[in-house]
């Protein structure tokens, strides 16, 4: 991963208080979010994981876990070509940052509030 994407990483996570962690293999990419769910009334800031995997003969495929913690709940989209993980990681980001906006609008799935 080239350093400029790892300085991209830790300037998303200042902005966005959210923990992104990202795995380069050699078949595979993970990038793991940690996605803060919006305060209510609680003391403790409760997070979301999510995970994108994908990896470079994937043809843009991105299999999406959206509990991997409790749940082995998937999605798939694409996103167009991807050849290297920085790639990947610049395609992931604007998508977290969607998530969490549904997860702010109680339209994204969460342990936070579903699960018993």
Same mark, same amino acid.
């Given at each position: 991963?080239?350093?400029?994407?790892?300085?991209?990483?830790?300037?998303?996570?200042?902005?966005?208080?959210?923990?992104?962690?990202?795995?380069?293999?050699?078949?595979?990419?993970?990038?793991?979010a940690r996605?803060?769910?919006?305060?209510?009334?609680?003391?403790?800031?409760?997070?979301i994981g999510?995970?994108?995997?994908?990896?470079?003969?994937?043809?843009?495929?991105?299999?999406?876990?959206?509990?991997?913690?409790? @749940?082995?709940?998937?999605?798939?989209? @694409?996103?167009?070509?991807?050849?290297?993980?920085?790639?990947?990681?610049?395609?992931?980001?604007?998508?977290?940052? @969607?998530?969490?906006?549904?997860?702010?609008?109680?339209?994204?799935?969460?342990?936070g509030t @579903?699960?018993?």
């Amino acid at each position: 991963m080239e350093e400029k994407t790892l300085e991209l990483l830790k300037k998303f996570e200042q902005d966005h208080e959210i923990y992104v962690s990202a795995t380069d293999k050699l078949t595979y990419w993970i990038i793991y979010a940690r996605i803060p769910k919006s305060r209510t009334q609680d003391v403790h800031h409760l997070h979301i994981g999510k995970k994108y995997i994908s990896g470079p003969n994937e043809e843009g495929n991105v299999l999406i876990l959206t509990d991997p913690e409790n @749940s082995d709940i998937y999605e798939v989209e @694409s996103w167009g070509e991807m050849e290297t993980i920085d790639r990947f990681v610049e395609k992931a980001l604007p998508v977290i940052l @969607s998530d969490k906006d549904a997860i702010d609008n109680e339209q994204g799935e969460g342990c936070g509030t @579903s699960c018993g």
